[in-house]
């Protein structure tokens, strides 16, 4: 089997990565589903109230903009919705 490596990673898709990307894949959480997973996930880590407030006043708001500004579900080859995931 040939290797693989998986890089996941906040707002990668964009125009000027996809030729190093083989299969581009993109979750459609939308910034807010995926921002409370976020703080949910990160509570559970111990980060501070400060710390996960700024998935409300920074982390949320950029997601928003490179949803609009990029669009990355047009850019990937797979889209998956949470539906899909369950």
Known sequence: MPAALIVEGIRILRPETLPLIDLPVWIDLGPQLAGERAKT?????????????LWDTKWIPE?????????PQRLAHIVLHPADLI
């Not at 996930?41 to 407030?53: F, L, M, V």
């Not at 997601?63 to 669009?71: A, K, L, S």
Request: hydrophobic content about 25%; glycine content about 18%.
């Open 63 to 71: 997601g928003v903009e490179y949803e609009q500004q990029v669009g």
């Open 41 to 53: 996930r990160n509570r559970g880590q111990g980060d501070s109230a400060a710390e996960i407030a």
